[in-house]
């Protein structure tokens, strides 16, 4: 099994950097995806890591230790729009389906 | 453009009575999955077809059955829903490489919200 820990919810403001932390127990590892997921809509792809280090795509940067069982997601520039929870999904050694954790909710106000 | 459709947005059932949600992808993935997703937690995976290979979750009720009749489309089957089935039922597919993994995301449709009268 897998255990995967978010924080359940978080607030920042318009402008502001916010970071999403996820730690997670796999059997093995091969690799971890980051979605959005608006209310009442399909989670959509933020990012992926299976290397150790940062990913960064746009305001949106991914961070993995695969040592310590971590990732984060770093928003920038926070918009209203971030207002969604964001899911953490790794992926257990010798599997290609990803596990989702309950995800984080981020509210964003001005 | 290519995408993940899944119809009805809305169902509403009678408790009791059979349901089919369907699924339909126009991305040619090999991989089509079902997940039930109860407000404010994580999306759970009921089963998925690897081509027409099916794969049941130990933990999926045998209430929950699937069809996948063609690459394109997949079926979810609730024959006699409950009041704990009433849920957001999530369709996703995804493109499993030749070595068995990819770092391909999964691509989701807008998911069906069922209610249970």
């Known amino acids: 099994g897998q255990n995967i820990d978010q924080p359940t919810e978080m607030t920042a403001t318009e402008g502001a950097i916010v970071q999403i932390n996820c730690t997670y127990q796999?059997?093995?590892?091969?690799?971890l995806f980051w979605y959005q997921q608006h209310a009442g809509e399909a989670p959509t792809f933020l990012s992926y890591?299976?290397?150790?280090g940062l990913e960064e795509k746009g305001r949106f940067s991914s961070f993995l230790s695969r040592s310590k069982g971590y990732s984060y997601l770093l928003l920038k520039e926070l918009q209203m729009k971030d207002s969604a929870s964001y899911l953490c999904?790794?992926?257990?050694?010798?599997?290609?389906?990803?596990?989702f954790g309950r995800g984080t909710s981020l509210i964003v106000h001005p | 453009d290519a995408m993940v459709i899944q119809n009805p947005r809305y169902q509403v059932t009678q408790f009791g009575k059979p349901v089919t949600l369907s699924c339909s992808q126009t991305?040619?993935?090999?991989?089509m999955y079902w997940y039930q997703q109860k407000s404010s937690q994580a999306p759970k995976l009921l089963f998925h077809?690897?081509?027409?290979?099916?794969?049941n979750e130990a933990d999926t009720p045998d209430n929950f059955q699937s069809r996948r009749p063609n690459t394109s489309f997949c079926f979810l089957d609730i024959r006699s829903p409950g009041l704990g089935d009433a849920a957001m039922y999530l369709c996703?597919?995804?493109?499993?490489?030749?070595?068995?993994?990819?770092?391909?995301?999964?691509?989701f449709g807008d998911g069906t919200r069922l209610s249970i009268l």
């Open positions: 796999t059997s093995g590892f091969n690799g």
């Open positions: 996703a597919t995804s493109s499993r490489g030749a070595g068995g993994y990819s770092n391909q995301p999964q691509h």
């Open positions: 077809y690897y081509d027409k290979d099916f794969n």
């Open positions: 999904a790794p992926r257990s050694g010798g599997s290609y389906i990803p596990t």
């Open positions: 890591n299976v290397l150790d």
């Open positions: 991305l040619n993935h090999n991989v």
